[in-house]
């Protein structure tokens, strides 16, 4: 019956309305989404206005929303949702923990060859990163392509300075693992920053009054023939916001030393530097695929 429904009658009505889906998950996943609204709305006794409210906030999310700015991602991002289900689909314990990809990963990224500098010019505290892929067997995964970026000295990234770049990319870069596994590169060291707080997600946060930080963190993203691709970060251990995560994206399993080097000591790259550097090193674990 699909007349004269009631608040008991109208979720069954709906849900039989997916039946015909050609698809079998289709069908599950919309058929449980109705019921969870459904329940929801019943629960809290939802009213009119809170109902506008809600698809007005979410009209405005698509609208702030652009291929540098995903504020969708942002949202599941601060609710939880995304590290979630990151948490149902891996954790195995075989690989490196996986974590958030975030709203600042752009496909535009240029092809570096190791050892380049990916700083794209930005000013900061250099850093040397080095990385060795491995399978779970610590075998050396040859010809891994690795995405990396992160954000500058002061926590902005490339896109969010697109005027001040002229829209160059900076801070990232796509390198492939030699025959041993390992990738490496120069940039300028990250710091920690608020997640953007000027659109929808940012009412939410101080609303509940959140605090918006991410801790300082490098991020990597590697795809290898035969292995399970693999999204995760590297985050600073002494970070002030590590346990305060505003997207609960940082884990133990992921906090790396980033050394401090002073004025004169000579870098990974041969050369004496005549300022301080850090340098990052990590053997990141890339899992067979499954079946």
């Known amino acids: 019956m699909s007349i004269d429904l009631t608040e008991k009658t109208i979720t069954a009505a709906v849900q039989q309305t997916f039946e015909g889906a050609k698809d079998e998950r289709t069908r599950e996943l919309f058929v449980a989404l109705v019921r969870h609204l459904h329940d929801f709305a019943r629960d809290m006794r939802l009213t009119g206005e809170e109902w506008f409210t809600a698809v007005d906030f979410l009209e405005r999310v698509g609208h702030i929303s652009s291929p540098t700015r995903q504020e969708f991602v942002l949202l599941s991002d ?3 949702l995304s590290v979630l289900v990151d948490q149902i689909n891996h954790g195995d314990g075989s690989a490196t923990d996986s974590t958030l990809l975030g709203p600042f990963f752009v496909e535009g990224r240029p092809r570096a060859e190791n050892g380049s500098d990916i700083s794209g010019g930005v000013t900061g505290m250099p850093m040397f990163f080095h990385g060795t892929v491995v399978d779970t067997e610590g075998q050396p995964v040859v010809g891994a392509s690795v995405d990396t970026w992160h954000s ?11 005027d001040e770049l002229d829209g160059s990319p900076a801070m990232r870069a796509l390198l492939t693992t030699d025959g041993d596994g390992h990738f490496w ?31 300082e963190h490098i991020h990597f993203w590697f795809h290898a023939e035969g292995h399970e691709s693999l999204i995760t970060m590297l985050f600073r251990g002494d970070d002030p916001y590590l346990e305060n995560d505003a997207v609960f ?3 133990r399993a992921l ?7 002073e004025t004169g000591e000579t870098a990974p790259d041969g050369s004496v530097m005549p300022e301080p550097f850090q340098t990052v090193e990590w053997t990141f674990t890339l899992a067979s695929h499954r079946g």
């Open 152 to 162: 500058d000295s002061e926590g902005f990234y490339d896109v969010q300075q697109a």
């Open 78 to 80: 601060i609710l939880g």
């Open 249 to 251: 994206g940082a884990k």
């Open 255 to 261: 906090v790396a030393d980033f050394v401090q080097h």
């Open 185 to 215: 590169y120069r940039s300028i060291t990250p710091r920690y920053y608020p997640v953007p707080t000027d659109g929808p997600c940012g009412e939410i946060l101080r609303a509940a009054g959140r605090s918006p930080m991410r801790p």
